[in-house]
């Protein structure tokens, strides 16, 4: 079996990523995080917000609204050109997007083995890929409005706001963490092609003489943040984007790649000088002033923007690829222990002996004031520690009999599946200093 095969499979049976609505079929591009998915990525995003916001004294955090003016959307480009091009077999009006050649080469010749002689397609046209909606009880064009595409409009229309309520100078920055969505023609490959997703953004405000210095900078520091969770250093990459491929905008764009088994190396996280464009276009539209003046030199002008960009998505199955283990025995997902959806398991040694139980709750609920804990008396010791090696635990506190005799339990490590006499007064130092 692949090695992505084996992941969505485990992702699955162990409570980390379902289909959307599976049980009424699904619906292509959406999917639901279970308990242990929505922790990791609970994890992820705390670590980011940790990373660009409360370490750091140059960005303030937001959330703003998903919904917004959808004038903000006419400024943006989004409405006439957020698109991709679009064609349809006309063998089975199935819709796929024209300048992706290995899905329209692979549908052909599903046609073509079912005995199809010509298949045609037809004129790719461009399809818009804004989600569209309507605000309020009547459904015309004046209520028509859309999800947000990506979050960073959101931040480019409160700059003024943030400017006059915090007490920030350029340099600056402003991060958010949201939903964002599009109507993808052909979503795929599992959780890297979604229609609804999750960006962790910051718009980076600098003086357009600094912006060149300050995307070196940030290249360098998000490439450290991805290294810091544990994706391993061969298997992500720098990648600058041909003239071509970026936005009439930018001034440069970079992609961290990183290297998914079976698609190769695709965009992990889009780094980007997207210059004073966005500023610039929001004030042209709305009619505001958005340029900044600086307080000492006086100075007035349109700041230019440095964009980090990463997916939740795309880097929590990353993550997942690169924790996967298997051995003879196991397979083990040997994720940073402050990433892992559960920190430390709890286990009396049997179920039915009420001693043992009771000193296990005690443990338990004394670790659970500290640490995400889990609880587990089913079945014996051995498939419980292959359950919690399976969602990444780092350690596993087994109460058995000796611990009602001298207070100590056994604590199994995920990784080496060493175990270890500790005393219970010291467990709470004994995982937080490993954590
Ligand atoms: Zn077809």
């Keep these: 079996m692949a090695i992505l095969d084996k992941i969505v499979a485990l992702a699955k049976r162990r409570g980390f990523v379902y289909p959307g609505s599976e049980l ?32 750091r004294e140059d960005v303030v955090g937001l959330d703003s609204a998903i919904i917004m003016n959808p004038k903000v959307w006419e400024a943006s480009g989004h409405v006439s050109s957020f698109t991709d091009p679009l ?82 100078r350029v340099p600056f920055g402003i991060a958010q963490i949201g939903k964002a969505f599009r109507n993808e023609v052909t979503p795929g490959k599992y959780l890297f092609r979604v229609r609804e997703f999750e960006q962790m953004e910051l718009e980076f405000f600098v003086h357009p003489r600094e912006a060149t210095e300050r995307f070196t900078y940030w290249k360098e520091e998000r490439l450290r943040w991805h290294l810091s969770l544990g994706l391993q250093k061969d298997h992500v990459r720098f990648r600058q984007h041909e003239s071509t491929e970026r936005a009439h905008y930018a001034a440069d764009s970079w992609d961290i790649e990183y290297d998914y088994p079976e698609w190769g190396w695709k965009e992990l996280e889009g780094i980007a000088n997207r210059t004073d464009y966005d500023l610039k276009t929001h004030g042209k539209w709305s009619g505001k002033d958005l340029s900044y003046s600086d307080p000492l030199t006086n100075e007035r002008y349109i700041p230019f923007v440095i964009e980090p960009s990463v997916g939740v998505s795309r880097l929590f199955l990353a993550l997942l690829i690169d924790a996967y283990k298997e051995d003879d025995k196991r397979a083990f997902l040997q994720l940073k222990p402050s990433l892992a959806p559960v920190t430390a398991a709890i286990f009396p040694l049997v179920a039915n002996k009420p001693q043992l139980v009771e000193k296990a709750r005690s443990v338990y609920h004394f670790l659970k004031k500290h640490f995400v804990v889990g609880w587990d008396d089913r079945g014996n010791i051995g498939k419980r520690y292959l359950a919690q090696d399976e969602i990444g635990t780092p350690w596993c506190v087994t109460v058995d009999y000796d611990t009602l005799k001298d207070d100590t339990v056994t604590v199994r490590d995920r990784d080496t599946t060493k175990q270890e006499r500790v005393s219970i007064d010291r467990l709470k130092e004994y995982i937080g200093a490993k954590l």
């Excluded at 998915?37 to 670590?47: C, Y």
């Excluded at 329209?104 to 399809?127: L, P």
């Design 24 to 55: 009424y079929g699904g619906i292509g591009g959406f999917w639901d995080y279970g308990p242990n998915g929505v922790e990791l990525a609970n994890n992820i995003k705390r670590s980011w917000w940790q990373a660009m916001v409360h370490d």
């Design 87 to 168: 064609t349809e077999c006309k063998v089975c009006h199935q819709r796929f997007r024209a300048d992706q050649p290995d899905e329209i080469e692979a549908h052909t010749d599903k046609h073509r083995h079912e005995g199809q002689k010509s298949v045609a397609w037809t004129e790719a046209r461009q399809f818009n890929l804004l989600f569209r909606t309507f605000v309020g009880p009547v459904e015309d064009n004046s209520s028509l409005a859309y999800l947000r595409g990506e979050t960073c409009q959101g931040i480019y229309v409160n700059f003024l706001n943030v400017l006059s309520s915090m007490r920030v």
